[in-house]
Every structure is written in structure tokens, then in C-alpha cells.
């Protein structure tokens, strides 16, 4: 966060470096050979964890959280997989119901395999407004009441990766915490996800260059 690597991308009025695309394609490359968790961490944050607010956010979304974000005070993560719904994301059964002041969303429902949300700050989260044929994105804060985690995942690598379920029991998220609109969140979901493949292929050169190295 000090170097400024957590906002490439991120304008400068935001708080970031503002680099073009090919600046986060160049330090993917580099900080992968680091650590595989570490890697994880700094991908899914720079990645999922940001980029949904800096491509849709609304001004004051992103004068609140990007600054944040880009310096490392706050770390974020992506809730969108369900234990129903993974490669058909849109099918999420995560509820967000309104409450009678119209002020707030009531959002239920639980996530899985979430990267970086044993110490995420800032929540990405993906649910259905009524019977809405597309999933609404919103922006959620730890500490928020009814969040709670699941243990962290014993996975077969990247141990110093946090990775946890995630519940929500009537989390009570005010109106203005929407991220995009209503219903937009799997175009949300889709477009951030693009990104984070295109910067994974670049991920993987180092391990890929360490691999021929051992070979030859």
C-alpha cells in the first residue's frame, strides 16, 4: 500500500497512481513469483475486491472507499459464489429485502470459498431483490451487524490465504450501499471477473519461468 501497488488502476484523485492496464498486467507478473497466498491476496483485493467500485461506483462510493482501498487501511473482498450457485452465479439465493422505512436492505444469505475475508474490511456482495431475474451488487462494511465467518478452509495450498464462508443474517445495509443499481449486479459480477482472468494468465508467468528453470 505504501509503494502505491494496491492502486494501479485507481485514479490519482482517488487516492491511486492511475496506470494504465498494462502497469497491472506488469505487476501481476512480478508479485505472483513473491508468494502464492500472498499473490491470492493482493490479486482478489486489487481485483474483485476494488475494481466493482471503481467501475461502477457512484461518486460518493468511490471518494469513501477507493482512497481506502488503494492505500491498504482497508482490505476487500467478493461474495458472489454460493454453495447452489457457482458456474450459473446469477442463480444466488442471497436475499435483499427492504425494509419498511425504505431506507435500508435486510440482506440473508451465505458465500463461499471468499478469498481475503477473514481480515476484509469492505464486502462485495451479490443478492435478490423480490423476484428480480438478475442478482443487485452491494457494498458491505465489517463489523456490519450479522456477518458472520465460517472457519478458514483447510485448502492444499495457499495456506496463508484466508478463505471462508461467509453468512449473512439480516444485515441491515442503507439504500445508498446499492453498487450500480438494481439488478445490474451479475453485469457487475461478469465484467470484474474478465478483468481478474485476463491478470491471472499474467499471474501465472513466473511459476511458469521457475518450472523450465527446474526442468533445465
Not at 462510493?61 to 461474495?79: D, I, R
Request: one cysteine or more; proline letters at 3%.
Amino acid at each position: 500500500g505504501q509503494l502505491g501497488l494496491l492502486g494501479i488502476s485507481v485514479p490519482k484523485e482517488y487516492g491511486g497512481m492511475g496506470m494504465p492496464f498494462n502497469t497491472s498486467i506488469l505487476i501481476c507478473d512480478k508479485i505472483s513469483g513473491a508468494n502464492g497466498s500472498f499473490s491470492t491476496a493482493f490479486g482478489a483485493h486489487t481485483g474483485i475486491g476494488t475494481l466493482p467500485i471503481l467501475l461502477y461506483g457512484n461518486k460518493n462510493q468511490k471518494e469513501k472507499y477507493l482512497p481506502k482501498l488503494a492505500s491498504g487501511e482497508w482490505m476487500g473482498c467478493y461474495c458472489l459464489t454460493e454453495p447452489g450457485a457457482g458456474s450459473d452465479a446469477n442463480s444466488g439465493k442471497t436475499k435483499a429485502v427492504l425494509t419498511n422505512d425504505e431506507k435500508s436492505y435486510l440482506i440473508t444469505g451465505q458465500k463461499m470459498w471468499i478469498s481475503n475475508a477473514g481480515f476484509a474490511d469492505v464486502f462485495i456482495v451479490f443478492a435478490r431483490i423480490e423476484k428480480d431475474k438478475n442478482i443487485t451488487g452491494f457494498i458491505l462494511e465489517k463489523g456490519m451487524q450479522g456477518i458472520t465467518m465460517g472457519e478458514e478452509e483447510q485448502k492444499l495450498g495457499l495456506h496463508s490465504s484466508s478463505t471462508r464462508q461467509v453468512f449473512f443474517n439480516e444485515v441491515k445495509v442503507p439504500i445508498e450501499n446499492m453498487l450500480g443499481g438494481r439488478e445490474n449486479g451479475f453485469k457487475i459480477a461478469m465484467n470484474s471477473l474478465n478483468v481478474g482472468r485476463i491478470k491471472l494468465s499474467a499471474a501465472i508467468l513466473d511459476a511458469c519461468r521457475r518450472v523450465i528453470n527446474l526442468s533445465t
